[in-house]
């Protein structure tokens, strides 16, 4: 089941001791680039509305893989970076800064798995050309993968899809 959470993130009060949140922080900034709704509504398709567990949000998820993406990190080095990182925390749509996160370091991979070529497809030409020409960020030189994102997984699914 997926039911999407589109509170807006209110950076004010985003730390309980009543600390606030720099809004020249390049991830706030690079948030307020991403579709969010957009991105919500093709990953909410690959759930459904009325029955299973409920589905983590689309911003957390998606903004992990933007947060792997940006950094070239594992999966684990991505979840650590997230639980350490209140400002990444925010990119991912939290209010509240929380020392751990509410999932298990698999479901990135679950979530690679679970997506269809449709959110693939999706995501690959509309969010990872916008990550490219962003300008908060500067990818390494051999950032560039021919256009797969998470390659080694896409390009592995890809050619699955078109074998049979």
Not at 88 to 108: D, N, P, R, T, W
Request: hydrophobic fraction near 35%; glycine fraction near 4%.
């Amino acid at each position: 089941m997926y039911v999407s959470d589109n509170t807006p993130p209110l950076f004010r009060d985003f730390f309980s001791l009543g600390q606030s949140l720099s809004p020249s922080n390049r991830w706030l900034k690079l948030s307020e680039m991403i579709p969010w709704e957009k991105i919500d509504r093709v990953y909410s398709e690959n759930f459904s509305p009325n029955s299973g567990r409920y589905a983590l949000d689309s911003r957390l998820v998606c903004g992990l893989f933007i947060v792997k993406y940006i950094k070239n990190l594992t999966d684990e080095e991505t979840v650590r970076e997230y639980e350490e990182n209140p400002y990444i925390q925010a990119f991912c749509g939290k209010i509240h800064f929380s020392k751990e996160s509410e999932f298990s370091v698999s479901m990135l991979s679950e979530r690679r798995k679970r997506l269809d070529q449709k959110f693939w497809d999706f995501w690959n030409s509309e969010i990872l050309t916008l990550l490219d020409e962003q300008k908060f960020f500067k990818f390494p030189k051999n950032k560039k993968d021919g256009g797969c994102f998470l390659s080694s997984f896409f390009c592995a699914l890809k050619a699955r899809l078109f074998r049979s």
